[in-house]
């Protein structure tokens, strides 16, 4: 088959063949690489129609609402793996065979400690501090710890810093959750599931054996396939650039940390709950509901729709029926739980909803389950770096092993001054 060409027609009658690649799913792509020498660049704020490298690993369709990871559909994941199951995928590129998958999960088992100097980091926060400002600041200090894996040169250690990003940044999670609110820290439990660990970590005591949920614990594991990986979006872009000039992996993911927090990223599930609360109770929601549909009020309906699924989220309906077996299960009293399956309902069956596809979207559920099994809302989009980790370390690693890959460096528009002499202080 002839490799298809796209023609761009240049200033001064001149013309210039683009090659256009085409992946196994999804858009063709223009190869632009080329365009620089011809004295031109493209101009596309938020990189928005612009693919900035090839990738394996993850593929969205927001028109026909498809998430594949490595191929698998994300509601066959959800319901019929695990977490580190799906860690291997993202890392390897297939699934583990038994004897793969369980010596996978004891060496995430038997790294799942941090140095015990990393407790002294925590206490040069104040207790008010955020979750993801501590989350930050840590995980970037492990690069001082673990010095042994830092020549991303060498696929052995990119391999070991994988592993260890994976295993401790539930610990570092939880212990993230225990400093602000005044309780010790908690060792991990070789024992339990990567789920359970992470609740005992959460919410065990020293005075008392914690006994895991089983729903809980699925409930949790779910969140965290849900969370692993959704291609190239603002922090694993931030992964990749940070990765692609040669920093050590915890400094990487650590960007990729900050970069989550931005509200426009990682904080929908905590604006979803703070919205709930304004809304208050039940009898106020057709207020709101009114509003959402007033295109002259600011009020806006978070945690339905979203950016990429134009149709609805794939993500949803699984962590939807997960919601409702936690509901169910932990019997929570709670008004805002109310509100929000009330807000539900209406979402699902409403015209105005459902013409313009406002479907409750993963964040909208995952939130609901956070707060009903007792996570407090500053803690969501910690659990979300969490689940991400794998993610980002998967597509850092696929980075560094693509042969040639250079430095990230966009270009811009350059909108300032022209060349003009300088003045002296003294003459101004």
């Known amino acids: 088959m002839a490799e298809k060409v796209a023609k761009l027609e240049l200033p001064g009658n001149d013309s210039i063949e683009l090659p256009v690649k085409q992946g196994t799913a999804g858009f063709d792509v223009i190869d632009i690489s080329k365009l620089g020498s011809k004295g031109y660049f493209t101009f596309d704020p938020g990189f928005l129609a612009t693919a900035s490298c090839e990738s394996a690993i993850t593929y969205i369709d927001g028109e026909q609402g498809i998430l594949l990871h490595r191929g698998y559909p994300i509601g066959q994941l959800a319901v019929e793996s695990n977490y580190l199951d799906l860690c ?29 100097q990393v407790e002294f980091f925590f206490r040069g926060f104040r207790r008010d501090a955020h979750p993801m400002a501590m989350l ?16 991303v040169a060498d696929p052995k250690h990119r391999e070991i810093a994988a592993y260890r990003l994976v295993s401790k940044m539930p610990t570092l999670a939880a212990m993230c959750y225990k400093y602000s609110v005044g309780q010790p820290f908690q060792y991990p439990r070789n024992d339990l599931s990567y789920s359970g660990n ?32 959704h291609e190239q979006n603002a922090s694993t872009s931030t992964v990749r650039l940070a990765g692609s000039s040669g920093a050590n992996p915890f ?36 207020e709101f509901i009114e509003r959402a549909k007033d295109k002259n009020d600011p009020f806006r309906l978070m945690g339905f729709g979203h950016r990429v699924y134009k149709n609805f989220d794939p993500r949803a309906k699984v ?18 739980l109310d ?18 596809k406002l ?18 809302t500053s803690m969501f989009t910690v659990i979300f770096a969490l689940a991400r980790t794998v993610g980002w370390i998967a ?34």
Not at 277 to 285: A, H, L, N, P
Not at 339 to 356: G, H, N, P, Q, T
Not at 367 to 375: C, E, N, T
Not at 415 to 428: M, Q
């Open 88 to 116: 291997y995928l993202l890392l390897y590129g297939e699934l583990p065979s038994k004897a793969q998958y369980e010596k996978f999960a004891a060496t995430v088992r038997n790294h799942t400690m941090v140095h015990q």
């Open 359 to 376: 479907y409750p979207n993963v964040d909208f559920y995952s939130g609901i389950i956070m707060k009903a099994i007792g996570i407090p």
């Open 395 to 428: 597509h850092w690693k696929e980075m560094l092993d693509q042969p040639g890959h250079k430095i990230s460096r966009p270009r811009q528009l350059y909108t300032g001054e022209a060349e003009r002499d300088f003045i002296k202080l003294s003459d101004r």
């Open 251 to 286: 400094a990487c993911i650590a960007a990729g940390i900050a970069s989550l927090w931005g509200p426009a990223h990682g904080g929908a599930n905590e604006a979803c709950l703070k919205m709930l609360e304004e809304i208050g109770s039940v009898d106020r929601i057709p």
């Open 136 to 151: 930050c600041g840590v995980t970037g200090a492990l690069a001082s710890f673990y010095q042994d894996s830092l020549d």
């Open 319 to 336: 962590m939807r029926e997960t919601c409702h077996e936690v509901l169910t299960e932990l019997k929570v009293d709670d008004p805002l």
């Open 198 to 229: 992470f609740l005992s970590m959460m919410f065990g005591v020293p005075c008392e054996p914690y006994q895991v949920n089983p729903i809980i614990e699925r409930a949790m594991d779910r969140i965290f396939i849900l969370h692993a990986d």
């Open 339 to 356: 509100v929000a399956m009330e807000l539900e309902r209406i979402a699902l069956e409403d015209e105005y909803f459902i013409s313009k």
